[in-house]
């Protein structure tokens, strides 16, 4: 049920991109995300389209990997989509029915909105799919040191991230094993209505929830037994540093990030006016 | 006609990705009812995703080539898939993990509930359960299943498979993480249940004293093939074999074994202690009365 969930799943090849930096993979990603907002134009979104694929080739990743994340939040795309399509009451009026009005605008914001939530998706992805959890939560603890002087608590809040990612797998497998037990008992998890579902799901979640218990009491317990605490005095076996791919990802990225702002703000859309010579009067 | 029948079984986990693996490579396999089969092997060398296509729980990849046949229901028809359930229980490993419900009661009657039985007799399969696994029903019928000690938990979560009086029972790791009492009452138990439920039994284990002592019949599995099938005594005399594929051999074997070095002219195939000690018998009884002796120190 849950084996094909790829969202999260670390992809090794031996590419630039695993090799960078996670701190810098980090912030470049959360970069990204907030960059795709801004995109105004749909040359921006061929511009970031093909940005996503220059990694995705670099990082020796097979698209499909990509795209199976998107999988995730199909439903969700759906049906924003629909909403977006149906209700969105500006412009010339393509079609009306009852409530239901589809209009130039709307079909505009629809396309946009997909493309932005599906670039959003596949390019968080790639962090997760380039970087080891454990690199993770390290580049994490890094990135927040500064947070030490207000007395936040950096080095708990790491090694709750790099636990939590760490169960993640061994969860979803425990799941797995439960639900081959329950259907073994004849149980049935994809018929019936909504509420039916969610009730079928009592027999896994409950197990899950008692055994997550129990994992944690015993893990706490073994870090105990290993005097674990999170004073300064830890140190590092790998110590993370920045090199020259870094620098090259991070100049890539931010001239990614200009030109999408600059078309947005300084030249006040020039890439609509390059929709405008592919499109013409689609738009 | 045999329970079970598998033809050219393969199945690759993660296919077309870096994790690629072969965990059944080519299985065929006929079991015949009433057998009690043991199946050995390191970790990871395909034993739970085997038993897994038995009920359908993983689902025939090459449908084309590969068939899996069990009392007659086919593992890729759709429509028998929930019959072919309740005819093969299996208990998996640590079964008392998935323990929900709030009463021993209920728990153990959410298989039979599935079956859609009627109440009377889904009642009258718990208590039938209950006291097959040892569980006095009025003492344990309403307690909550989180409260109960490890072995009697496994004992709940066994009721729940067999109160849907499967034909076929498969048990993976009945007995790991049991004390030594508990381990000697669950295998007691599932030598009974072969004959109050189950007539053909399936055991998964990495005991090879237990499975030497309980099955018919053992296959040994390696990297996803069956590499040995036969007896207890004419698989653990492959003892080249055995120790190849990463397995042990049982202690009245090794012990059998350190006695003929020693020069006691023991026959081979000795698997049990009650069958060397039958064999030690024979000797004191016969003619070689100095080489006895030398047994009885050892």
Redesign the interface.
Known sequence: MFRDISFGQYYPTNSLVHKLDARVKLLLTILFVVVIFFIKSYFGFMLTAFVLIVIILTARLPIISVLKSIRGILFIIIFTSLINLFFVKQGEILWHWKIFTITKVGVHTTIKMVLRLVLLISGASLLSLTTTPVQLADGVESIMAPLKLIKFPVRDVAMIMSIALRFIPTLFEETNKIIAAQKARGASFDTGGFFARAKAMMPVLIPLFVNSFRRADELAFAMDARCYNATDKRTKMKKARIGFGDIVALLFMLSFATVILLDRYYFAGVGITIDYWIFGDLL | MSAIELKDLTYIYSKK??FEKRALDDINLSVEEGTFLGIIGETGSGKSTLI?HL?G?IKVQNKKVSSVVVNGLSATEKKTL?QL??E???V?QY?E????EDTVKKDVA??PK??KLPQEEIDARVRRALEVVGLNYDEFAERSP?ELSGGEKRRVAIA??IA?QPKILVLDEPVAGLDPVGRSEILALIKQLQKDVSPTIIMVSHNMDDIAMLADRIIAMYDGKIELDGTPSEVFCNREKIKEIGLDLPLATRLRDKLVEKGINLPDGIVTPAQLEASLAAIKNGTAKDEVGGGDNV
């Open positions: 990705t870096p897994q009920n729980l929930k359930r309740f093969v229980g299996i998996f079964p993990y998935q323990l929900f959410y298989g599935n079956m989180f729940g498979v849907m």
